[in-house]
């Protein structure tokens, strides 16, 4: 009977591959992405939502339990906005989307992202302030949003205290936040 049930799970992946993504949060995360973006050099033509995990897909670095640690897509004149589902790549470590035309918002979930060590949105078009969730990400090690159209104030909290002010230049900011008030965003 085992046999035979092996058989059945592997004809229903193979004649409706569209299962296999509901299963990979990572795969679907990424999709919504794609999904999102015009992609006017086709850069993402090797995102695959049939396939069992994402692995596979240029500009997408996978660790040895084929979990996502690196979205690499800067300089590909990608535009839209950048879809919160991103935040259920757990083990990501490293997103570079730099001198592109993503608009919107900064996700709040990103937040979530705890492995996070370096988020370069530099050079885009994103507007808003800078969302207050990431300050509880500890491992950030790098974080460039310069040459953007965001404003409000910069977050002091968690590591964005020892970031460099070049990370946050060409944008609206009015400066940094003070300390245990809750910043208020004229104009975002």
């Known amino acids: 009977m085992a046999p035979f049930m092996s058989l059945s799970v592997l004809f229903l992946f193979l004649h409706y591959p569209f299962l296999s993504l509901s299963t990979n949060s990572e795969g679907n995360a990424l999709h919504a992405l794609r999904s999102r973006l015009s992609d006017p050099n086709n850069v993402l033509q090797s995102w695959d939502p049939t396939l069992v995990n994402p692995c596979t897909w240029f500009h997408v670095t996978c660790n040895s339990n084929n979990h996502v640690i690196r979205l690499e897509l800067y300089k590909n004149d990608l535009r839209g906005q950048i879809p919160e589902e991103l935040s259920n790549l757990k083990s990501l470590i490293s997103m570079d989307f730099y001198d592109n035309n993503f608009e919107g918002k900064i996700p709040k979930s990103f937040g ?77």
């Open 112 to 188: 979530k992202l705890k492995s996070l060590k370096f988020m370069r949105l530099s050079s885009n078009k994103l507007t808003g302030s800078i969302p207050r969730e990431l300050t509880v990400l500890t491992n950030l090690k790098v974080f460039d949003v310069s040459n953007n159209d965001l404003c409000g104030t910069i977050p002091v909290d968690g590591n964005f205290e020892s970031f460099p002010v070049e990370s946050f230049e060409n944008n609206r900011f009015s400066g940094p936040e003070l300390k245990g008030l809750v910043p208020y965003d004229f104009g975002c």
